[in-house]
C-alpha cells in the first residue's frame, strides 16, 4: 500500500480500527443474520483472517487516523 501513495505522490491516510476480536465479531455476526451481504465469515476464517494482522507501526511511514471502539 505504501507503494502506492508514494508513486501517486498524494496524500493519504490509513484509518486503523482498534477494536477487539469480540466487539469485531459481534459486529460481523449481526451482518451475517442481516443477510444484506453476499460474503458471510465464519469465526474460524475471522480468526484465520486476523491472524495474519499486524498493526501499522510508525516505521511504515503510514499517517494513521487511529479509532477505537
Do not use: I, W
Not at 496524500?11 to 469480540?22: G, I, K, P
Not at 460481523?28 to 499486524?54: C, M, P
Request: net charge negative.
Amino acid at each position: 500500500m505504501r507503494t502506492l501513495y508514494l508513486e501517486a505522490k498524494c496524500a493519504h491516510q490509513l484509518h486503523y480500527l482498534d477494536v477487539t476480536d469480540e466487539v469485531c465479531k459481534a459486529r460481523l455476526h449481526r451482518r451475517n443474520a442481516s443477510g444484506e451481504h453476499e460474503f458471510t465469515v465464519s469465526d474460524e476464517e475471522f480468526d484465520l483472517f486476523t491472524s495474519y494482522f499486524v498493526p501499522p507501526s510508525n516505521d511504515e511511514g503510514f499517517n494513521v487516523l487511529l479509532h477505537r471502539q
